[in-house]
Nanobody, 127 residues
Framework: QVQLVGSGGGVVQAGDSLRLSCAAS????????VGWFRQAPGKERDFVATLSQGGYYTNYADSVKGRFTISRDDSENTMFLQMNNLKPEDTAIYYCAADYSQIPPVMRQTAAEYAYWGQGIQVTVSS
């Protein structure tokens, strides 16, 4: 069982940056695919980014490509989402997620594929 605790959200202005963190406990993240999702009010939970085991593969939603970067530090059992040039449409609750998978490295881009979730981090971007 993996427990995920996210942090780093807040209220920022358009063009600012934020770095979200998600610390894992209970298991090491080495053999886990990690991802970030977000949910705006009245909308479904949408894919943001995914990172394979070992950090070999990444993928991003088109809306965040070039602005967001997903990363992981398995020695610290933590994953990150660096968000630059934030826009008002990035306002949402952000969720970190993880799912166990043996080799080879793979990515997961749908919420249903992830077994473990953080508690949600509010990010608000004002114009």
């Amino acid at each position: 069982q993996v427990q995920l605790v996210g942090s780093g959200g807040g209220v920022v202005q358009a063009g600012d940056s934020l770095r979200l963190s998600c610390a894992a406990s209970g298991r090491t993240l080495t053999d886990y695919i990690v991802g970030w999702f977000r949910q705006a009010p009245g909308k479904e939970r949408d894919f943001v980014a995914t990172l394979s085991q070992g950090g070999y593969y990444t993928n991003y939603a088109d809306s965040v490509k070039g602005r967001f970067t997903i990363s992981r530090d398995d020695s610290e059992n933590t994953m990150f989402l660096q968000m630059n040039n934030l826009k008002p449409e990035d306002t949402a609750i952000y969720y970190c997620a993880a799912d166990y998978s043996q080799i080879p490295p793979v990515m997961r881009q749908t919420a249903a594929e992830y077994a473990y979730w953080g508690q949600g981090i509010q990010v608000t971007v004002s114009s």
